[in-house]
């Protein structure tokens, strides 16, 4: 597996910014995909999960307004992030969870290299 992140940059407070991140070696089927996030001198915390079969999983201070889906059939993900708010100003690392072999999960997991997203005025 190997993640490439796409989108993040600079935004306005209650604009809208999308991230994607595909695998691009796409040799396995991934169990789960999402995002984690990290601002300066805080703990890494999830922001949206996706698994294989479409369960969502979010952050409590996402909820609502983060939209995490993936492209069927292949291990990408993109994450919609609308009403932005400098609250969430952080660092966002893509994340493979788990490797689904011959229908058995297998524990694996990989990160990619973290993408900026800044919200200000």
């Known amino acids: 597996v190997q993640l490439v992140e796409s989108g993040g940059g600079l935004v306005q407070p209650g604009e809208s910014l999308s991230l994607s991140c595909s695998d691009s070696?796409?040799?396995?089927?991934?169990?789960?995909m999402g995002w984690y996030r990290q601002a300066p001198a805080q703990q890494r915390t999830l922001v949206a999960r996706?698994?294989?079969?479409?369960?969502?999983t979010y952050g409590e201070s996402v909820k609502g307004r983060f939209t995490i889906s993936k492209d069927g059939g292949k291990n990408t993900v993109h994450l919609l992030m609308n009403s932005l708010k400098p609250e969430d100003t952080a660092v966002y690392y893509c994340?493979?969870?788990?490797?689904?072999?011959?229908?058995?999960?297998?524990?694996?997991?990989?990160w990619g290299q973290g993408t900026q997203v800044t919200v200000s005025s």
């Open positions: 996706i698994t294989d079969d479409g369960i969502t």
């Open positions: 070696k796409n040799e396995y089927t991934i169990w789960a």
């Open positions: 994340f493979a969870d788990g490797l689904v072999i011959d229908n058995v999960r297998h524990d694996y997991d990989s």
